[in-house]
């Protein structure tokens, strides 16, 4: 059994500033001309890139990545956003012993801005870091909707999707136990490990692939390899980049 020592959410959630961009979630600023919720953006059906945030930054995600394949941008779109929802829910569990409240209708994001994903929370609300709480939290609160909403416009498939969130967590959780290990913090590293492997185990994730330790291997890919001069991730389910079809399609 891991004992954890509960700690109260300080107002600008200090404690993630030391672990990177991936963790830290801003809670003051924007206050002039904030940026759309990402409940906003998760429900705007508009299919254009003036009219809907989520294919906006689709399309700047395809131009960085220098893809013509707007599916595949959409993946990664997915898996960092997915990225940033664990690390901060995760890191706050670890570290604080609870997490803030990342109602999708108050969490708000800038899609015009550089990776990884700029997050802005109005305020911070303590709630429970059980891992029903955190799968709440983060899968309901915002991968399920997420992914409805990129489906909607590309051709991704649920198993690709799944696995992107399986793979976010994963990382999340290696990256916390590598900076918490470092630093003398093994109950924190022992608490990532442990909500991880039971987060993995929920029914929105399962058979998504498999944690050995820190090492996940998914059973999906996130179509990565089909960026020009790309290869495949540390975690795909594929040894070497499958050969990819001469006609790139829009998605």
Not at 2 to 19: I, Q, T, W
Not at 89 to 95: I, R, S
Not at 164 to 191: F, K, Q
């Amino acid at each position: 059994m891991v004992l954890l020592l509960f700690v109260d959410l300080d107002p600008g959630l200090a404690a993630l500033r030391p672990l990177g961009g991936f963790f830290v979630l801003r809670t003051r600023g924007a206050a002039a001309g904030p940026p759309p919720t990402l409940a906003q953006a998760y429900g705007r059906a508009a299919p254009d890139v003036d009219g809907n945030p989520l294919i906006f930054r689709v399309h700047k995600v395809a131009r960085a990545l220098g893809t013509p394949e707007l599916r595949v941008a959409a993946s990664t779109t997915h898996q960092a956003l997915a990225a940033r929802l664990w690390s901060i829910a995760l890191g706050c569990a670890a570290l604080y012993g609870s997490l803030p409240d990342l109602d999708a209708r108050h969490l708000r994001w800038d899609p015009d801005a550089s990776a990884p994903d700029d997050l802005w929370l109005s305020g911070v609300r303590p709630l429970p870091a059980e891992p029903d709480r955190l799968a709440a939290v983060v899968l309901d609160g915002h991968l399920a909707p997420l992914a409805t909403a990129l489906r909607a416009h590309y051709r991704l498939a649920p198993g690709l999707l799944r696995g992107n969130a399986a793979s976010a967590l994963a990382g999340a959780a290696r990256e916390l136990e590598r900076w918490a290990r470092l630093h003398g913090r093994p109950d924190s590293a022992a608490r990532a490990r442990s909500l991880a492997a039971r987060l993995l185990a929920h029914p929105q994730l399962t058979g998504a692939g498999t944690l050995t330790g820190t090492a996940f291997r998914r059973r999906s890919c996130c179509l990565y390899y089909r960026v020009p001069g790309a290869g495949v991730c540390g975690d795909c389910c594929f040894p070497r980049p499958p050969r990819s079809s001469p006609r790139a399609t829009s998605g």
